[in-house]
């Protein structure tokens, strides 16, 4: 597997500084390795034509005039397939044109508001968007604080009509010290962003399911779940030394839901130095709520790292960690790992870590199934957290729903001391470089995950553990840099094995070497644990890949993980 690695403590805390204020903040408001594969090209098969039929078909034709008399009907567009194309153009001209940056027109209290103000402003629910007349409701942000350049929202009836929506200012209740803002947001001043409300768990009331706010970024929830991990619209330059790009929401267009509708369709403007892109938005609130996302994105300028479907979450402290923090939790997290599942049908859980220097990987592959940060560990005593509630994070999945082609799933880990920063990110990012002038098209699926995926039949990791390699009381005890690593794979049907079965563990490394690899079979008869001291040659990362077999044949996921000898503190 082809490792990536970059260690630049300067660039992540800047990073870091620019990421909290885009995303950990607005959670809290909202709060209140290679991969061998091929692409899979299906070529569409053509029903065979009768001798009748293809006579028909081929027969010169007899009356010129009847065939020039022949009218052919106008292909009808839905109003959704109207409002795309307006959308679409408007992200093609802006590409086109210079970028110019968005004018910021709030007054000076609005935009200097501090949180606690922020906080005492609250949108007033018997005001929502379609209460009482469908399913869905929106509430609406206030503007101010760090949402200093509104989003402009227009509402669509089913004659593709449009309406802005004008700021009112009975929508909001302030409280508090908020009480002198009142009244101050000009009518045509946008908002904030927006959150929607759907009846999951009981007819008699509507649980928040989806948040736009700030940037790109976008939150989804289901029954039982609370908001931790985040998605985006398009990551730009991510990790890299000049800086990230943060592209915007600048419009929304949403199409008015009728009175027994399941499903939510709304568009988007994105807008940024380097892209421009027109977005369709399908929300459809379940089990596990699942957004259909449609793209079609421009290039501006070259673009040196386009990211796709970027996931954003946060990784403190866990299990397999060295790095020692003063909390009587003993894991604190929103994801615990990237999954990746693979052209060719592997599926790969690479754990995640909290580095020392920043740290940026990528798996390898050729249209990819899927990826996703999850949250796979859903067990209250994994945490103790009464008020953050990790155990109740769900993960998210992507699926790719058109040719993506080659590139690679990359994901960017940044060390933290705090939890209130979002210090993980993953993203698809195409092998073919995004040229100005370029347009391409991203259709994908995200659902929320309870823990682990339904579709991963094969045995799971369910623990890592990492620590230094020598035994109590040993004379010459080895360097701190020789590890311990236990990886713990689970599944259902490991009980129904013997302890005459024995699993073989297959492992490899990209540098250093390994020695006493075992594997046996732990007492709840439905974990195999896979256990081997790691000998780092120098201070080179390492990257691993283990897996078991029984009789020959793959029965786990893969484990993937890069250590390096200078994280031990």
Not at 70 to 99: C, G, H, I, N, W
Not at 124 to 143: C, G, I, R, S, Y
Not at 227 to 248: H, K, M, N, W, Y
Not at 512 to 526: A, I, N
Request: aromatic share 10%.
């Amino acid at each position: 597997m082809r490792t990536q690695n970059s260690f630049n403590q300067q660039y992540s805390t800047t990073f870091l500084r620019q990421r909290n204020m885009l995303s950990r903040l607005a959670g809290l408001v909202c709060l209140l390795a290679s991969v061998g594969a091929s692409s899979q090209v299906q070529t569409p098969v053509q029903d065979s034509i009768n001798d009748k039929d293809e006579k028909a078909q081929l027969a010169p034709v007899q009356d010129k005039q009847a065939v020039e008399d022949v009218v052919v009907p106008a292909v009808v567009k839905t109003s959704e397939e109207r409002v795309f194309d307006l959308v679409s153009e408007q992200a093609k001209a802006l590409a086109a044109a210079p970028y110019a940056q968005p004018k910021q027109n709030l007054p000076a209290e609005l935009a200097d508001m501090t949180y606690q103000q922020y906080r005492a402003i609250r949108f007033n629910p018997e005001k929502a968007q379609w209460k009482d007349k469908a399913k869905f409701e929106m509430q609406l942000f206030h503007p101010g604080f760090l949402y200093r350049t509104p989003v402009e929202i227009k509402v669509v009836d089913d004659n593709s009509g449009t309406k802005n929506m004008l700021f009112e200012t009975d929508r909001f209740i302030y409280e508090k010290d908020a009480g002198p803002l009142k009244g101050l947001v000009p009518k045509d001043a946008g908002f904030a962003g927006f959150r929607i409300h759907y009846p999951l768990k009981t007819t008699d009331y509507k649980d928040e399911v989806a948040v736009f706010l700030g940037a790109s970024y976008f939150r989804l929830i289901g029954p039982g779940q609370i908001f931790g991990i985040s998605a985006r619209g398009l990551a730009v330059d991510t990790a890299e030394g000049s800086g990230e790009e943060f592209p915007s929401f600048t419009k929304f267009w949403m199409l008015e839901p009728k009175t027994d509708d399941s499903k939510l369709v709304f568009f988007a403007l994105l807008d940024s130095k380097s892209v421009t892109g027109a977005y369709r938005f399908e929300l459809v609130p379940g089990l596990n709520t699942v957004m259909h996302v449609q793209s079609a994105v421009f290039a501006r300028e070259d673009v040196k790292k386009l990211g796709v479907a970027p996931l954003t979450s946060m990784y403190l402290s866990g299990e397999n960690d060295t790095r020692i923090f003063d909390d009587f939790r003993p894991e604190v997290h929103d994801s615990d790992g990237l999954s990746m599942h693979t052209s060719s049908g592997e599926w790969i859980w690479r754990s995640l870590n909290n580095p020392k220097g920043l740290r940026v990987t990528s798996l390898q592959d050729n249209q990819p199934k899927g990826f996703g940060l999850l949250q796979r560990d859903q067990n209250f005593t994994s945490y103790q957290d009464t008020e953050a509630n990790y155990h109740a994070r769900p993960g998210m999945w992507i699926t790719p729903d058109n040719q993506w082609g080659k590139g690679r799933v990359e994901l960017v880990e940044i060390p933290t001391n705090s939890e209130t920063n979002d210090n993980i990110v993953s993203y698809w990012v195409p092998e073919k470089p995004f040229k100005k002038g370029e347009m391409r098209e991203f259709d994908y699926t995200v659902k929320t995950v309870n823990g682990a995926l339904n579709e991963d039949v094969t045995a799971r990791v369910s623990r890592v553990f990492n620590s230094w390699a020598a035994l109590p009381g040993q004379d010459n005890a080895p360097d701190k840099s020789e590890r311990q690593m236990v990886v713990d794979f689970s599944a259902d049907a490991f009980a129904h094995l013997g302890q005459s079965i024995r699993l073989k563990p297959h492992l490899t490394l990209s540098s250093g070497k390994f020695k006493d690899l075992e594997v046996m079979q732990l007492p709840d008869k439905t974990t195999w644990r896979a256990q081997f001291k790691l000998i780092p040659d120098n201070n080179e990362a390492i990257d691993m890949r283990l897996y078991l077999t029984l009789s020959g044949e793959q029965i786990s996921e893969v484990w993937n993980y890069v250590w390096n000898a200078n994280e031990v503190e």
